[in-house]
Each structure stands twice: as structure tokens, then as C-alpha cells.
């Protein structure tokens, strides 16, 4: 497995040797990880050492090479996706697609490539947004029950690739390819989320699970997150700006504020009882800068009302973690960690686990 850093790591070295055989046993579900953003450094070297330097972006591809050695520094959330094209730059043939696809599954399910080290996690859902061809699920070598992927639809999309995209995605789905769900991604400030949700509600209407980045950032609108929620995502990525309002008025059992929001709970025809699944992904709010500090983060408020979350990696390699180092963050005393009990953090494996798309739909 590679090596961890940041706030993941400083939580994983204060826990006790007990502690982290406890957290590896977990049987955890890893159901936010974004493939491009997950490729082993190692893999992502090699690959920039064969790159050839005829194309303009050669420094590009050099200047994020040096980040991702160094460790990425983020001033702001925004900054993250300066990081992308260099990266797909480098994942640009079917060739480097299928290189970092293996690689990627592998340090997940078989870090050390020999099954000598147990899985980072016991099930895995990778996502990516397709890009030209599809070239993904190849991999026969990981069971149904332990690995599948999402369709990524990145918010820049045109109507049609979106469109594009979603049919692909039921059509492999059809095929009994191992494509089960669709996922919205990228920058929080592009796109209008509006013109997603017939497409969106295609999918789930052709049965594939529905997660969503929502409210990531301060500059996702309230229309923006009710655009989303009128499809009644199974999943919600991040959410970290999700007002009380909004939260009062989509979740269960979450206290009313006391506002006027009953008319577009009636608009919306939300059933309350609506639970979606919280993707949390600590190291990347900590490291993106849209969470001061753990005390500060959501994860609290969901955990506090009793709402379903999975703990997850996100972007394994710009934010140096693992799914052992987002756990440890759970384990770890206050301030590296949340100080939870370890049959808190067995139940939110759990709950992890229970959200997977693979289950049959309810
Ligand atoms: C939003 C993110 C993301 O699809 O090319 N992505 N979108 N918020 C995030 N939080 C930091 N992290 C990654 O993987 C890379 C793509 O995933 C999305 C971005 O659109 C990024 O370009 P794939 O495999």
C-alpha cells in the first residue's frame, strides 16, 4: 500500500498496535473513490516517465508530478481540479487506462499484489467519468461481491453527453457488465443541475443506484442541491454545505428548524422517510479547506442524528490516505481523530456495507 501522510496518518501513528489490527479486521465498504484521482503514485511515476514530451502540456504534466511528490497543498477547494489534467494527460490511451485500472483495484483489494496483505477494504465501488470510449470493468480477476463501478457524469457536461453517458451506463448494466451506478462529480461551480435530473432519474428508473456530490462547496446554490435532491439520490457525496433547512426538510428524523419550508416539502413530495447515505470523506474536506477542523466537520451532525454514512477516501492520491487512515480518524483521540468507541466505528462499518449499490434496490 503506499504511503499515507497528512491529517490520515497522524491519526493512524497515535492509535495503539491493538487499535489498527481492530480497524483492519473491519470488514469496510470503500463507496467514494474517484479512479483518476485514486492511481498509486508509483503507477502515476511510471506513467509520467514513458509520457513523450511533444505536447504542450509537458509542463503542466511536470509542475503536478512535483505536487503529488512533494504533497499537494490546496488553498481552496477549486484548486484541486487545476490538478486533473495533468493526470488524464497521463491516463489518456486505453493502454495507461487499463494500467491504472489494475493498479488502482490493486491497492485497494491486493496491496501488496500477492495477497499477503489483507484488502484496504472488502468491497469497492471506483467510479470514473467515461471519457471518448469506454474501457472500463476489463478486470475479471475481482469477485462481483467485492468490486464494481460508477459512472461518473462530470457537472461541465453537455445535455447530450450526459445523455450519452447515462445510456451507456444502463446499456453495460443490460449487458450484465459490472456497472452499478451513476454518479455527479467535479467542480461544485460548473453546470446547472437542473438540466441533470431527467437524465438522473433515467438511470434509477433502468435500476442503477444514484449518488451525488452535493453542497461541496460555499458556492453550490440552494436550487443547485434541490435540483439534486428531487431525485432522491440513494447516496450523498460530501454535503457539507447542505443547509438546516434543507437537511429539516429532506431527512428523517432530523428536528425541523421551525421554517417555511413545508411548501416545498410539499413541492418535492418528500417522503420523510428519506435517508441517503452520507459519503464522508475527511481527509479531503481537511485538505481542500472546506472543513476547518475535525471537531467542525458534518460527520458529527449525522452521527449525532443517527443518519447513515460510509467513511471514504475520495482522491487517494493527491490527499495521501487510505481507507485504514480515514478509520483511524474515527478511532484516534481528539484533535487527530473523533475519539469514537470501537463499537461505534464497527457499527459505522457497517452502515458502509449497507450502503453498497449492490444490494438488491428496495
Ligand atoms: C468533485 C471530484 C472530486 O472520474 O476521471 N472528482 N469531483 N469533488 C471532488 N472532491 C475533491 N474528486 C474527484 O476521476 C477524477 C474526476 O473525479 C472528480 C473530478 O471531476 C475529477 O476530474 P475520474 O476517474
Redesign the pocket.
Known amino acids: 500500500m503506499s504511503e499515507i501522510a497528512g491529517p490520515a496518518a497522524a491519526a493512524l501513528s497515535s492509535l495503539c498496535p491493538d487499535d489498527v489490527i481492530f480497524l483492519q479486521s473491519l470488514p469496510k465498504a470503500e463507496l467514494h473513490a474517484?479512479?483518476?484521482?485514486s492511481i498509486p503514485i508509483k503507477t502515476i511515476l511510471e506513467l509520467a516517465q514513458q509520457y513523450s514530451p511533444s505536447s504542450a502540456q509537458t509542463t503542466e504534466v511536470a509542475d503536478t508530478i512535483e505536487k503529488l511528490k512533494s504533497g499537494v497543498i490546496l488553498t481552496e477547494?477549486f484548486d484541486?481540479?487545476s490538478l486533473?489534467p495533468a493526470?488524464?494527460a497521463l491516463t489518456s490511451t486505453l493502454e495507461a487506462v487499463v494500467t491504472v485500472t489494475r493498479a488502482v483495484l490493486q491497492s485497494f483489494l491486493n496491496p501488496t499484489g500477492d495477497g499477503t496483505e489483507s484488502p484496504q477494504c472488502a468491497y469497492l465501488e471506483l467510479?470514473?467519468?467515461p471519457?471518448t470510449t469506454t474501457h472500463m470493468t476489463r478486470e475479471r480477476t475481482y469477485p462481483a461481491t467485492q468490486a464494481a463501478l460508477i459512472v461518473?457524469i462530470?457537472r461541465r457536461m453537455s445535455d447530450l453527453d450526459v445523455e450519452e453517458c447515462i445510456s451507456l451506463a444502463i446499456e453495460m448494466k443490460n449487458r450484465g457488465r459490472r456497472v452499478v451506478g451513476i454518479d455527479v462529480?467535479?467542480?461544485?461551480r460548473s453546470g446547472d443541475m437542473r438540466s441533470f435530473t431527467r437524465h438522473l432519474l433515467r438511470a434509477k428508473d433502468a435500476g442503477l443506484g444514484l449518488t451525488v456530490?452535493i453542497a461541496?462547496s460555499t458556492r453550490n446554490t440552494t436550487e443547485d442541491s434541490l435540483a439534486l435532491l428531487s431525485c432522491r439520490p440513494d447516496r450523498l457525496?460530501?454535503a457539507t454545505f447542505l443547509s438546516d433547512e434543507l437537511k429539516a426538510l429532506f431527512f428523517a428524523d432530523i428536528p425541523q428548524p421551525g421554517t417555511e419550508c413545508s411548501s416545498l416539502s410539499e413541492c418535492f413530495k418528500i417522503s420523510k422517510r428519506y435517508k441517503p447515505c452520507m459519503e464522508i470523506?475527511l481527509s479531503?474536506n481537511l485538505l481542500?479547506k472546506t472543513v476547518v477542523s475535525l471537531d467542525a466537520h458534518h460527520i458529527r451532525y449525522y452521527l449525532k442524528n443517527d443518519h447513515p454514512i460510509v467513511i471514504c477516501t475520495?482522491?487517494a492520491l493527491p490527499f495521501r490516505t487510505s481507507c485504514l487512515g480515514e478509520y483511524s480518524m474515527l478511532l484516534a483521540q481528539p484533535p487527530l481523530g473523533l475519539g469514537l468507541s470501537r463499537d461505534d466505528v464497527a457499527r459505522i462499518a457497517q452502515m458502509g456495507m449497507d450502503a453498497a449499490f449492490l444490494r438488491p434496490r428496495d
Open positions: 474517484h479512479l483518476n484521482g477547494i484541486f481540479f486533473m493526470i488524464y467510479r470514473t467519468t471519457r461518473s462530470d462529480c467535479g467542480d461544485p456530490h461541496e457525496g460530501h470523506c479531503s481542500c475520495d482522491d
